[in-house]
């Protein structure tokens, strides 16, 4: 082991070291293996000889090799579940797209001479010593000069983590977050995927060094492997330079593990065919004139050439129908829709309209439905309300809500769906309603999540929510009719509690959906308002979306956000009002 192993001074032990506990380590096949590659002129042409000897090959998406900046610093983090390999294996991936990669390693790779160039030695064992403090001073050196550098930010191999219930990286370290963010450089994720021996991670269950012992016997095993990874898009340095380090790592780990569980090909939900242009005749004649009939009281804002309307059904019979079919084309574009001609259903007369209008063009931008929930009690009882065909919900949940507004079936027109302008009116609507009706305090009402999103995307958006966004209180009162089935997961409660903003989630997903989707906007703007989640369903009859069942009480707003809906004075006044109902 002469060429892998420093001398210890000492023959007897030498010896011993150089004997069966060698060979049942795979040292000594390793050695062999080593010496077998004869002498190289580089670390490229070392990495080269050593993959095509142990006949182990990358596959990964060629699309994705785009990814990795060709210029600049970047630190490369990524899973390690081998130990050893996969430094080789990426190395030699990054070179393909620039030389100035360096690898930040376990000091025993570095000891290898032809590699010793592209190793920044660490001790996964020595805490803070000396030599660690030395390759970290090195490697910010590196970032700083425009260099890549791969990391593997759990600093040891992946293995059992109870808290997962499965083999994966232990937690990764700040120390990697500061890293990034000191040298101002880009992070790009990598996710490889495979595992080592069932007989190595009971080891490691003995004693973690036991692993170490072992690393050249599952290097050894990993002959004739084909190796998949996945190359996320990089987070850029604005993006991740003001974030507390303990957030930023657990955004990083799991945007690495979010590219693993993409591995299969995403199969997208049955689509609901698109409406046919000819299939319902629009009828903006007789709905301009239905508009033109309502009371100047019933505009409730106005920008431009739009004016936001809040009418009854059966002040706008034709515009109603007009209403169904916009809803149900703006639906099927995000996959969901209730699969008929016109979305239109028996709530619809007893709830109220509100509406964007294009005061030049005469046509319908966009709509919004509300049921005041007093009113629809008293004259149906609970079986009057739409979201009770998704929720069973106590008695005791309204007496706490108090005079509440459900709100649902928002849309806005595909046309106009680039335009912010629909959607702010109709907010800026519904709070003129309030302000004009003060008792309403508390929106509540379902929120679509699409089947269009991948499962694991629909997964991590509801554990997020159920973590760090749940009224624990009142969402006792809420059952599902149809609950979500769990889908496998690669993150943990506490990394999810660590991000603690709906915006980190939303940015993962741009990274994993096939459409660089993020978290939908109306959900983002109910958390924005103060949203609580009371709970999950499959709505079968919407194309399987998931519905998240939200609570606001807005006289717990943040009084500049009910200010930017409201205007001061109104928002002033609103709150005024519900202080002086308290006792």
């Known amino acids: 082991m002469a060429g892998l192993l420093p001398a210890t001074g000492r023959p007897w032990l030498d010896q011993f070291a150089t004997g069966s506990l060698e060979r049942l380590l795979g040292l000594t096949r390793l050695d062999h293996a080593y010496r077998r590659l004869g002498p190289s002129e580089s670390c490229d042409e070392f990495i080269a000889k050593a993959c095509a000897a142990l006949d182990i090959t990358l596959h ?51 000891r290898i001479p032809e590699l010793a160039e592209l190793f920044i030695a660490v001790d996964p064992f020595g805490g803070p010593r000396a030599g660690n403090a030395a390759g970290l001073r090195q490697s910010l050196r590196w970032l700083k000069q425009g260099g890549l550098l791969l990391v593997f930010p759990a600093g040891e191999v992946s293995h059992w983590q109870r808290e997962h219930g499965a083999v994966t990286d232990p937690p990764w370290q700040e120390g990697v977050a500061r890293l990034a963010q000191m040298a101002g ?39 004739n492997t084909k190796v998949a990874l996945r190359i996320g898009r990089p987070v850029e340095a604005a993006e991740i330079r003001d974030q507390a380090p303990a957030a930023l790592i657990q955004f990083l ?33 007789a709905c301009a004139r239905e508009v033109a009939a309502l009371a100047p009281e019933q505009a409730l804002a106005s920008s431009g050439e739009f004016v936001v309307y809040l009418a009854h059904a059966a002040q706008i019979p034709a515009l109603l129908r007009e209403i169904g079919r916009l809803r149900e ?20 007369v007893d709830y109220l309209h509100l509406f964007v209008w294009h005061t030049t ?18 004259r149906r009882g609970r079986k009057g309300l739409y979201t009770r065909q998704l929720f069973r919900m106590k008695k005791k949940l309204f007496r706490q809500m108090g005079a509440a507004i459900e709100l649902g079936r928002s849309f806005v027109r595909v046309d106009y769906q680039r335009n912010f302008t629909p959607l702010l009116l109709l907010w800026k609507g519904i709070a003129a309603f309030v302000v004009r009706n003060p008792a309403y305090g508390t929106l509540f009402g379902p929120v679509s999540i699409s ?21 624990s209180e009142l969402a006792r009162y809420v059952r599902p009719r149809r609950k979500p089935v769990p889908e496998r997961r690669c993150w943990g409660t506490t990394e999810l509690a660590t991000l603690g903003e709906i915006e980190h989630i939303s940015r993962l997903l741009v990274d994993i959906e096939p459409d660089g989707r993020g978290v939908p906007v109306l959900l983002r703007q109910y958390l924005r308002l103060g949203g609580r989640i009371l709970g999950f369903n499959v709505d079968e009859n919407f194309n399987d979306a998931i519905d998240a069942l939200i609570m606001v009480d807005l006289t717990r707003c943040d009084p500049r956000t009910l200010e930017r809906y409201m205007g001061r004075d109104a928002a002033r006044g609103f709150l005024a009002w519900h202080a002086e109902q308290k006792p």
């Open 60 to 110: 990964f998406p060629a699309s994705e090799l785009a990814h990795i900046p060709a210029d600049g610093p970047v630190l490369v983090v990524a899973n390690h579940p081998f130990g050893g390999i996969e430094g080789l294996l990426l190395a030699g991936l990054l070179r393909r797209v620039r030389p100035d990669v360096r690898v930040m390693a376990n000091y025993l790779l570095s």
């Open 253 to 285: 780990r799991l945007r690495t593990y979010l590219l693993g569980a993409m591995r299969e090909e995403l199969v997208s939900p049955p689509a609901l065919p698109e409406l046919p242009v000819g299939e319902l005749q629009t009828v903006d004649d």
């Open 451 to 471: 089947s269009a999103y991948s499962p694991v995307s629909r997964q991590l958006i509801m554990d997020f929510l159920e973590i760090v966004e749940t009224d």
């Open 361 to 378: 063009k005469n046509e319908l931008v966009g709509g919004y439905r509300l049921g005041l929930v007093d009113h629809i009690l008293a």
């Open 329 to 348: 084309q703006s639906f099927r574009q995000v996959g969901e829709g209730t699969g008929k001609d016109i979305d239109l259903d028996e709530f619809d």
């Open 185 to 223: 450089a880009r992070v790009l994720p990598i996710y490889l995927y495979g595992n080592n021996s069932i007989t190595f991670h009971v080891a490691g269950l003995v004693h973690p060094r036991l692993r170490t012992a072992l690393l050249a016997k599952e290097l050894l095993n990993k002959r």
